[in-house]
């Protein structure tokens, strides 16, 4: 089993940019999906976005598509999320996951969580 953990969190104007980075371990990285949810203060984590595990597919909630981009390094064990024009209600604590599946995230429990990362946007 992978471990994973996140970076790249932290304050940024609406209209501005974070890439959120997670580095996993393990030799087996590659033969998980990857992907990111989020907690609002208050509210139920949700989905974000997931990859597969090579890298081929891509699947975003309906709220950051055409914002926030997903991409993986199998090479480097990390999972990037690009994200852009951000909005004050992308404010959360943004967390990697890891699964060997690549479907259904967001209706079904997931293998692997990352311990976190803050993005605060500022409006």
């Known amino acids: 089993q992978v471990q994973l953990v996140e970076s790249g969190g932290g304050l940024v104007q609406a209209g501005g940019s974070l890439r959120l980075s997670c580095a996993a371990s393990?030799?087996?990285?590659?033969?998980?999906?990857m992907g990111w949810f989020r907690q609002a203060p208050g509210k139920e984590r949700e989905f974000v976005a997931v990859i597969r595990r090579s890298g081929g597919s891509t699947y975003y909630v309906d709220s950051v598509k055409g914002r926030f981009t997903i991409s993986r390094d199998n090479a480097k064990n990390t999972v990037y999320l690009q994200m852009n024009s951000l909005k004050p209600e992308d404010t959360a604590v943004y967390y990697c996951?890891?699964?060997?599946?690549?479907?259904?995230?967001?209706?079904?429990?997931?293998?692997?969580w990352g311990q976190g990362t803050l993005v605060t946007v500022s409006s």
């Open positions: 996951a890891a699964d060997p599946y690549g479907s259904n995230w967001g209706s079904r429990p997931i293998e692997v």
């Open positions: 393990g030799r087996t990285f590659s033969s998980y999906a």
